[in-house]
């Protein structure tokens, strides 16, 4: 595993993601005004971790929450959002004015990786710290 970084004005919050993860080649996303911090990474072979601090809570479908489990002294919710069989996940949680969404979306379903997205997604929220700035 590697640590990454996600920046914003009020907090800076680091994560593991494996070792072989990369910057992702397709840039800088454009953001909406509420999104304060964001960064995202590819992971070969397997899948894209999206990382966002936001201003607001994403409303999720509340069919699609698989979980709720406590990690960095936050409750995060887990939601399946694809077709339903781990391939788009998003955990999501709260802490005063900000919200924190992490994604993982598989890129290649048909190929063999030696970790799950929600293998992936889980080791990374055990792994988050969140420090004021």
């Known amino acids: 595993m590697t640590r990454k970084f996600v920046g914003s004005p009020l907090l800076r919050l680091s994560i593991d993601v494996p070792a072989y993860a ?27 971790i999206i990382v966002v601090m936001q201003s607001q809570r994403s409303p999720f479908d509340v069919d699609a929450h698989v979980v709720s489990l406590d ?50 997604l889980s080791t990374a929220i055990r792994s988050i710290t969140i420090e004021p700035l």
């Open 22 to 48: 990369v910057d992702d080649s397709l840039g800088d996303p454009i953001m909406p005004d509420w999104a304060i911090g964001h960064n995202q990474w590819f992971i070969d072979g397997c899948c894209r």
């Open 71 to 120: 990690a960095a002294g936050l409750t995060w919710d887990l939601y399946d959002r694809g077709p339903r069989d781990g391939t788009t996940l998003s955990a999501t949680a709260t802490d005063g004015d900000v919200s924190f969404v992490i994604s993982i979306q598989e890129l290649f379903p048909d190929r063999v990786s030696d970790q799950s997205p929600l293998h992936i």
